[in-house]
């Protein structure tokens, strides 16, 4: 399971994984045979875990997932169930109405490269259009998070001061043409870790205490479901 895991989440498995069970719990939708995308995939990871589930997926990434992601899906026998498209979430070549299922992790950064917040509302709207009428999205973002996180991210990413991570409050902002939003923070101390084992054991302290006297707008992984 473990190895399950790594394949799916990659990094900070701890924190990032309590997004999988939290959407199995939450979910009112039967995933057996639903119609699912993954935006932004990159390796493939969420869509390998909406495979198997059941779902018909369709796995994307602006210029396509990469070669990773296909030989995942066929390591794990569910590449039958995965179909791969170069999809761009600020304009998805899709009808309305087109899945039941969005899902995206860590992506909505990107997307708003150079403060580019007017990217990031157009992608939510994209998703909210081409899901069917209660269709639910699916997501884990990358927060801000804490002024600590803010400058290591400046001087330890290549990407950190370019990517414009949205804020808790951006968060219920983005949501607000769905029916039905819920969502929570977590994770602190594990994205501070320089290897998976150390923000294995970082992670493990997030959950025993940190996430519980941390504030929300301090942690640095947003974990929800939303309803058309």
């Given at each position: 399971?473990?190895?399950?895991?790594?394949?799916?989440?990659?990094?900070?498995?701890?924190?990032?994984?309590?997004?999988?069970?939290?959407?199995?719990?939450?979910?009112?939708?039967?995933?057996?045979?639903?119609?699912?995308?993954?935006?932004?995939?990159?390796?493939?990871?969420?869509?390998?875990?909406?495979?198997?589930?059941?779902?018909?997926?369709?796995?994307?990434?602006?210029?396509?997932?990469?070669?990773?992601?296909?030989?995942?899906?066929?390591?794990?026998?569910?590449?039958?169930?995965?179909?791969?498209?170069?999809?761009?979430?600020?304009?998805?070549?899709?009808?309305?109405e087109a899945f039941d299922i969005v899902v995206f992790k860590s992506v909505l950064g990107g997307i708003g490269y150079n403060n580019n917040k007017e990217a990031q509302c157009k992608a939510i709207n994209e998703i909210y259009r081409v899901l069917k009428p209660g269709g639910e999205?699916?997501?884990?973002?990358?927060?801000?998070?804490?002024?600590?996180?803010?400058?290591?991210?400046?001087?330890?990413?290549?990407?950190?001061?370019?990517?414009?991570?949205?804020?808790?409050?951006?968060?219920?902002?983005?949501?607000?043409?769905?029916?039905?939003?819920?969502?929570?923070?977590?994770?602190?101390?594990?994205?501070?870790?320089?290897?998976?084992?150390?923000?294995?054991?970082?992670?493990?302290?997030?959950?025993?205490?940190?996430?519980?006297?941390?504030?929300?707008?301090?942690?640095?992984?947003?974990?929800?479901?939303?309803?058309?």
């Amino acid at each position: 399971m473990k190895n399950h895991l790594k394949d799916i989440i990659e990094w900070d498995i701890r924190n990032w994984s309590i997004s999988l069970n939290y959407w199995l719990k939450e979910s009112t939708l039967d995933l057996v045979n639903s119609t699912a995308l993954e935006i932004g995939s990159r390796n493939g990871g969420l869509s390998l875990w909406l495979a198997n589930q059941g779902c018909k997926v369709t796995c994307s990434d602006v210029t396509g997932p990469s070669d990773k992601a296909r030989h995942l899906h066929q390591k794990h026998g569910i590449h039958h169930l995965v179909e791969y498209k170069d999809i761009d979430a600020t304009n998805i070549p899709y009808e309305n109405e087109a899945f039941d299922i969005v899902v995206f992790k860590s992506v909505l950064g990107g997307i708003g490269y150079n403060n580019n917040k007017e990217a990031q509302c157009k992608a939510i709207n994209e998703i909210y259009r081409v899901l069917k009428p209660g269709g639910e999205l699916f997501f884990a973002e990358n927060l801000v998070a804490s002024p600590l996180h803010v400058m290591l991210r400046k001087y330890f990413t290549n990407w950190g001061s370019t990517w414009r991570y949205p804020t808790i409050n951006e968060i219920e902002e983005f949501l607000n043409p769905f029916s039905y939003r819920n969502y929570f923070s977590t994770g602190f101390l594990a994205a501070l870790g320089r290897n998976e084992r150390q923000r294995n054991i970082l992670g493990l302290i997030d959950n025993l205490c940190v996430n519980k006297i941390a504030p929300e707008r301090w942690k640095y992984i947003a974990v929800g479901l939303a309803k058309k």
